[in-house]
């Protein structure tokens, strides 16, 4: 890989990840002045995992509308196509740590939900494809390693330095 790709992801060697983590994948300064965060909340680890469509359709569900309840800064919650994590995106500046208690808040949300919201034909494109047990196990694995999500690399892992 030697030509630098527009997609921020496709220039991040995911070999050298170690999941679960969280971080800031990119940041964008809008023409009104406006600033977007994206994070990279990543579950699984790429090429040697994946978190099956059913949980991760049920995640982005559960995720998208329990988050708002913490905050009115989040835009959106979206599934990589990889089925390895999630692309969190935040209206403005966000201190890291903010944002760490931004997601393990709404995961601790999940494992206490008795459905999925809006998991029906009439909201949802593919209403039948969720479970709630799936993204519920999902989210207690991922919160379980909770003190490991700033460690994004092998080498900070095995170093016990954070992101």
Not at 114 to 131: F, L, M, R, Y
Request: proline share 4%.
């Amino acid at each position: 890989m030697t030509e630098r790709m527009n997609v921020e992801s496709f220039n991040l060697d995911h070999r050298s990840v170690a999941a679960p983590y969280v971080r800031l994948a990119d940041t964008k300064t809008l023409p009104a002045g406006d600033v977007v965060e994206k994070y990279d909340v990543r579950f699984t680890q790429p090429n040697v995992a994946h978190l099956g469509m059913p949980t991760v359709h049920s995640l982005e569900h559960l995720f998208a509308e329990h988050s708002r309840n913490h905050s009115d800064r989040v835009i959106d919650f979206s599934p990589m196509g990889c089925q390895t994590g999630f692309y969190l995106t935040l209206a403005g500046t966000w201190a890291y740590d903010d944002v760490l208690d931004l997601v393990e808040a709404t995961l601790r949300d999940v494992l206490t939900a008795d459905e999925v919201p809006a998991a029906n034909e009439i909201q949802c494109g593919w209403g039948a494809n969720h479970t709630l047990t799936g993204a519920q196990d999902a989210a207690r694995e991922f919160l379980a390693q909770r003190a490991t999500w700033s460690q994004v690399t092998a080498d900070q892992v095995a170093s016990g330095a954070g992101a």
